[in-house]
T-cell receptor, first 112, second 114 residues
């Protein structure tokens, strides 16, 4: 049984700060990793994907992957109140990202 | 509009009744999925389909039935609803591109079984 672990939070950061969200996974052969954002009462929205060790940047978001440590993280720079949401880490299954295993999500609160 | 749509958005049903949740996508994605989301459990895969007439179980399939006669539709049926099936159900679709396959979600159906 694949497992994806996240701290449920809430993680509170002041506006303008860097928010750091972390995720660990159990299946060593996993190859694809995704971060979804989910606002309350809404559906998950894909914000980042990463497949290789290292960093991947997209605007204010940076995903980091360390396969040796089985660790994925998401950094949000210059956090805004609109970033307040639950962030879901997802790990792709056989053949890539077709069957996703999700963590339970980390709730982020960006305070004014 | 193009995308993935679910219906109904909200449903209340009684224990023991059959209920079907609909999912329709206009991207012609080959893969479609049904997840349920519950507090403390996150999103869990119920069933998925790799193509029309090809379906397979996910992590929590008991009590659910799926079919996929057309690529664009993937209905989920609860044959005899139970209170434990009260949840938010999300349909998703993706087009396989190897490890960079990305899944996109519908807006969800909130189901309450009383």
């Amino acid at each position: 049984q694949k497992e994806v672990e996240q701290n449920s939070g809430p993680l509170s950061v002041p506006e303008g700060a860097i928010a750091s969200l972390n995720c660990t996974y159990s299946d060593r052969v996993s190859q694809s990793f995704f971060w979804y954002r989910q606002y309350s009462g809404k559906s998950p929205e894909l914000i980042m994907s990463i497949y290789s060790n290292g960093d991947k940047e997209d605007g204010r978001f940076t995903a980091q992957l360390n396969k040796a440590s089985q660790y994925v993280s998401l950094l949000i720079r210059d956090s805004q109140p609109s970033d307040s949401a639950t962030y879901l880490c997802a790990v792709g299954g056989e053949g890539g990202g077709n069957k996703l295993t999700f963590g339970t999500g980390t709730q982020l609160k960006v305070e004014l | 509009d193009a995308g993935i749509t679910q219906s109904p958005r909200y449903k209340i049903t009684e224990t023991g009744r059959q209920v079907t949740l609909m999912c329709h996508q206009t991207w012609s994605h080959s893969y479609m999925f049904w997840y349920r989301q519950d507090l403390g459990h996150g999103l869990r895969l119920i069933y998925y389909s790799a193509a029309a007439d090809i379906t397979d179980k996910g992590e929590v399939p008991d009590g659910y039935v799926v079919s996929r006669s057309k690529t664009e539709n993937f209905p989920l049926t609860l044959e005899s609803a139970t209170r434990s099936q009260t949840s938010v159900y999300f349909c998703a679709s993706s087009e396989y591109r190897g490890i960079d396959t990305e899944a996109f979600f519908g807006q969800g159906t909130r189901l309450t079984v009383v």
